[in-house]
């Protein structure tokens, strides 16, 4: 009964906030990638992927 009693108050918790935090900082990279690397689309040499 005491782990599941852990469980709730501290490990399910602190697994969602990690998962948040996972999901906020993808979202960060997502809108880096994209207001960095779009840009190039046009022009770029996607096997290596570098701009001309």
């Given at each position: 009964m005491a782990e599941?009693?852990?469980l709730?108050?501290?490990d399910v918790p602190a697994g969602l906030t990690?998962?948040?935090d996972a999901f906020t900082?993808?979202?960060r990279?997502?809108?880096y990638c994209e207001s960095n690397y779009t840009f190039c689309l046009?022009?770029?040499n996607v096997t290596v992927w570098?701009?001309?």
């Open positions: 599941l009693q852990m709730r108050e501290e990690a998962l948040l900082n993808l979202h990279v997502a809108d046009p022009t770029c570098t701009c001309q």
